[in-house]
Nanobody
Framework: QVQLVESGGGSVQPGGSLRLSCAAS????????MGWYRQAPGKQRELVAI???????NYADSVQGRFTISRDNAKNTVYLQMNGLKPEDTAVYYC?????????WGQGTQVTVSS
């Protein structure tokens, strides 16, 4: 069973920055897709940023230019650097990884952007 453990969430003022981490219990080379989703209260879970096969990246339009996804293969960890945070970025952020027919989720980490 693959485990994904997120960290790095918290509260920040508008315009601030946070970096989220997602540590996997296995080699991240195994995954065809790995990245971040978020879910705000009363809304559906949505894609934020992901790596797809071949190390291509895909970002939501709403975060393009502000967020950056990266990874450290040696540490089996994927990161999400979030700059220029806005109140509408407030959500629980989830790490996701897919391997063949399996879809794994982390427990989520809360990000709150408020003045």
């Amino acid at each position: 069973q693959v485990q994904l453990v997120e960290s790095g969430g918290g509260s920040v003022q508008p315009g601030g920055s946070l970096r989220l981490s997602c540590a996997a219990s296995t080699s991240i080379f195994s995954f065809s897709v790995m990245g971040w989703y978020r879910q705000a209260p009363g809304k559906q879970r949505e894609l934020v940023a992901i790596f797809t096969r071949g190390s291509s990246t895909n970002y939501a339009d709403s975060v393009q230019g502000r967020f950056t996804i990266s990874r450290d293969n040696a540490k089996n960890t994927v990161y999400l650097q979030m700059n220029g945070l806005k109140p509408e970025d407030t959500a629980v952020y989830y790490c996701n990884a897919r391997f063949v027919a399996h879809n794994y989720w982390g427990q989520g980490t809360q990000v709150t952007v408020s003045s």
